[in-house]
């Protein structure tokens, strides 16, 4: 099928907002059209997510409160890119910082996009295998905890409406595609 | 098992960017272990998906340029909640705008939160079956055009990373398990 280019080219960029944590953009954009029309987003560098899978085929899985939701969810280990950082160094990195674990396989598995409308942010997804708990995990205040649960305990989860976040539902129905063997070319899991 | 309480409160709330499209606000909370933090984030309506099933059996969906990503998405049809509109109300006008059908019958599949960590948005997914095209779509300059797809090609091109929208990633898994009758309660799908 032969698709219509739609591209639309930057004429102009700048930063109308810098916080401590997002910074905005505003572009002013020529359509495919030639009209020009302005777009507003987030820059975004980027983070990853990590699916740790115990070697009792268990998931290992964080609890913390998200105030921009007013409530606590239930996720995968996930941070941002560091500035310059590789994205599996990220894995790593947020792998220990936030649960204590070290995983001996990492695959990558997708890349993600959670908003495709406002943000520039991508989400890698990794699966990290032969976990082992090397402790020495949070700082003081600890704002997450950690649990275990099983594929089929989260996809229920999931489900019901309990867990929500996109690249955790994302990561469960990911999983079970390979875990079933129904995805060729992705690796093998027990 | 019983869980942690990691809620913080809201101390103070202020709007510290309001562009166009995007306002971010900034908040002092209290975190649960007493000490304070800043929370950014972006504060966003609600956004509607529509998964919109033809007669046929195969997806109704749309393709166009996604400035923040630099490149063409395909997407299930999808927009933000107006002011004070039902969210059904929204599903039925964005369907109508962006393709030019109308359905019949629409079915609440879900909710999902596409970034938990700094926006409060919140997409809601029905499913809208009896379609019929009444035409009279979108207007000048056409930013987008419909196609439409098996779900089989759908999760295809999900599983080789051509998409990566995840809310259009999500309905593709949560069709399936539909059509599958794997999800006790949901609607029964041809």
């Known amino acids: 099928m032969k698709h219509a280019d739609l591209t639309e080219t930057q004429l102009a960029s700048e930063t109308v907002f810098q916080g401590g944590l997002l910074r905005v953009k505003r ?11 302005t777009r507003e987003y987030i820059e975004h560098n980027g983070a ?6 115990l070697n009792s085929g268990e998931l290992l899985m964080e609890r913390q409160y998200r105030y921009a939701m007013s409530r606590h969810c239930l996720e995968f280990p996930a941070g941002k890119i560091d ?19 070290v995983a001996g396989e990492w695959t990558y598995l997708a890349t993600i996009h959670p908003t495709v409308a406002y943000s520039t942010e991508r989400i890698l997804v990794y699966l990290a295998r032969g976990l082992s708990h090397e402790g020495g995990q949070l700082d003081d205040g600890e704002h997450l905890e950690t649990l275990h649960l099983s594929l089929e305990a989260l996809l229920e989860l ?33």
């Open 83 to 101: 500035a310059g950082e590789e994205p599996l160094a990220t894995g790593r990195r947020e792998l220990l910082e936030e649960t204590g674990y």
């Open 158 to 190: 999931v489900r019901s409406g309990e867990i929500t976040d996109v690249k955790t539902v994302i990561g469960a129905f990911w999983l079970e595609k390979l875990r079933r063997g129904e995805w060729p070319g992705g690796p093998v899991l027990p």
């Open 48 to 53: 990853v997510m990590v699916i740790p899978v």
């Open 27 to 37: 572009d002013t954009v020529r359509l495919h059209d030639g009209n020009t029309a």
